[in-house]
Nanobody, 119 residues
Framework: QVQLVESGGGLVQAGGSLRLSCAAA????????MGWYRQAPGKQRELVAT???????NYVDFVKGRFTISRDNAKNTVYLQMNSLKPEDTAVYYC?????????????WGQGTQVTVSS
């Protein structure tokens, strides 16, 4: 069994910063991609950023230049540094990890952490 535990959400004023963490534990096998999605009230879950096991990152346009994804492979942990936060960044943020164990790869999700940005 694999568990992803998130932390770091909270309430912040516009222009502020938060750092989210997501640690994978259990029989994770080999972790390939990790990343973050978010879901605002009344909206579909949307991709925010991804990072490969070798550290290559990708971002959606609305967070480029403001958010930074990173990971510590020794700790099976992915981070999301969020700067210059805007009210429209308010959402529940979910991390994921693609874990490879015979016979294949499964995606596991964190429980979600609330980020609220006040204007």
């Amino acid at each position: 069994q694999v568990q992803l535990v998130e932390s770091g959400g909270g309430l912040v004023q516009a222009g502020g910063s938060l750092r989210l963490s997501c640690a994978a534990a259990g029989n994770v096998g080999s972790i390939n991609d990790m990343g973050w999605y978010r879901q605002a009230p009344g909206k579909q879950r949307e991709l925010v950023a991804t990072i490969t096991s070798s550290g290559t990152s990708n971002y959606v346009d609305f967070v480029k230049g403001r958010f930074t994804i990173s990971r510590d492979n020794a700790k099976n942990t992915v981070y999301l540094q969020m700067n210059s936060l805007k009210p429209e960044d308010t959402a529940v943020y979910y991390c994921y990890a693609d874990c490879s164990r015979f016979p294949g790869t499964l995606r596991y999700w964190g429980q979600g952490t609330q980020v609220t940005v006040s204007s």
